[in-house]
């Protein structure tokens, strides 16, 4: 299987991972595995897609948008003759019409705002954390790790980083959206924890409007925040509870 036909495939994959047992998409899939390019864009793909979904599913219709689009073309079919009518002009399809133009018109509403807002860094952590590839091995790092797991410390009330040490010193690195994010894995309480870092001056439009923000994934919890310096996302299997005894 070819990349093109790898990626026309997975446009269809549901981010809510309902397709995993689809004999469809097992191919593609194997396929974005042995490739990274491609399991970069799937899992940037899925993440959007997620992003799109919760901002769609927000969405409150008007409670008489049906009503009003079949009095619509129930208007429409009075006025026009029978003799004279065009195929296009059936109320039926008058009606699908104007259903897709108002989720068209919705769908490029949100767009925009769902970019803007960029909670695709967030859930790329929730994903690349369930992929078991992790790093934090050399001294900086292991200080970095040691000082993330200290009991009682609040991580919302300001983390030290030295960025450039720590990528130099065992934290794993991640290319994300053309940037470097680090990553380490800490414990405190019996409980992992995957701690990313991003460079404000890297993501800035994400920085300017990163509140403090919670996300459920499939297995695992996230939690994000900045300050002036630098972006963070922590991820756990543990659940929000434990997430929220960090902050």
């Not at 994300?176 to 995957?194: Q, T």
Request: hydrophobic share 45%.
């Amino acid at each position: 299987m070819k990349n093109e036909e790898a990626k026309f495939i997975l446009h269809a994959y549901r981010p809510n991972g309902s397709d995993a047992g689809d004999p469809i998409f097992t191919a593609a899939l194997v396929r974005a595995k042995q490739d990274p390019a491609i399991e970069k864009w799937f899992s940037a793909q899925q993440s959007f897609d997620r992003a799109i979904c919760a901002k769609l599913g927000a969405v409150q219709p008007p409670l008489d948008l049906r009503a009003s689009i079949l009095a619509g073309a129930k208007f429409s079919e009075e006025r026009l003759q029978p003799a004279t009518r065009a195929w296009w002009q059936s109320p039926g399809l008058l009606g699908m019409a104007a259903s897709a133009t108002v989720l068209l018109v919705l769908t490029f509403a949100l767009w925009p705002k769902a970019v803007e807002a960029q909670p695709v860094m967030i859930d790329f952590a929730l994903t690349d954390t369930l992929r078991m590839a992790h790093g934090g091995h050399g001294i900086e790092a292991k200080e970095f790790q040691k000082m993330l797991g200290t009991a009682n410390m609040q991580l919302g009330r300001g983390v030290p980083v030295d960025f450039e040490g720590l990528k130099k010193g065992g934290c794993r690195t991640i290319s994300f959206d053309g940037r470097d994010i680090l990553e380490v894995c800490f414990s405190r309480d019996g409980k992992w924890y995957h701690c990313y870092v991003a460079k404000v001056a890297d993501f800035p439009s994400v920085a300017e409007k990163l509140q403090l923000t919670f996300r459920d994934g499939i297995g695992a919890s996230a939690v994000s925040w900045a300050d002036e310096q630098h972006i963070f996302v922590v991820v756990s299997k543990a659940g929000r509870e434990a997430i929220k005894q960090l902050i």
